[in-house]
């Protein structure tokens, strides 16, 4: 468990450390891709909150299932639509 949470940690800064340039090479503003970063936290927390009370009587493995599919929706969806304020 703790070479998972040290290789969790080392990603996510990585992906961090690079958020801006990433998003500025897919077309968009150091604005946009400040505020998007900017937001990664919050939405982490309501995940959390959401999660905290939907999967309170779910099997661990359902709740994993769940996770999983609407991260891939959401990835889908960015995929096909992209990413504009509006």
């Given at each position: 468990m703790?070479?998972?949470?040290?290789?969790?940690?080392?990603?996510?800064?990585?992906?961090?450390?690079?958020?801006?340039?990433?998003?500025?090479?897919?077309?968009?503003?150091?604005?946009?891709?400040?505020?998007?970063g900017a937001m990664i936290g919050p939405f982490k927390t309501v995940g959390r909150f959401f999660e905290m009370l939907v999967s309170s009587n779910m099997y661990p493995l359902v709740t994993y299932a769940l996770s999983l599919g609407l991260m891939l929706a959401g990835f889908a969806v960015l995929l096909s639509v992209g990413f504009t304020l509006p």
């Open positions: 703790v070479v998972s949470f040290i290789f969790s940690s080392y990603l996510m800064g990585a992906v961090m450390t690079l958020w801006v340039t990433n998003v500025q090479e897919l077309g968009h503003t150091t604005a946009m891709a400040a505020l998007a």
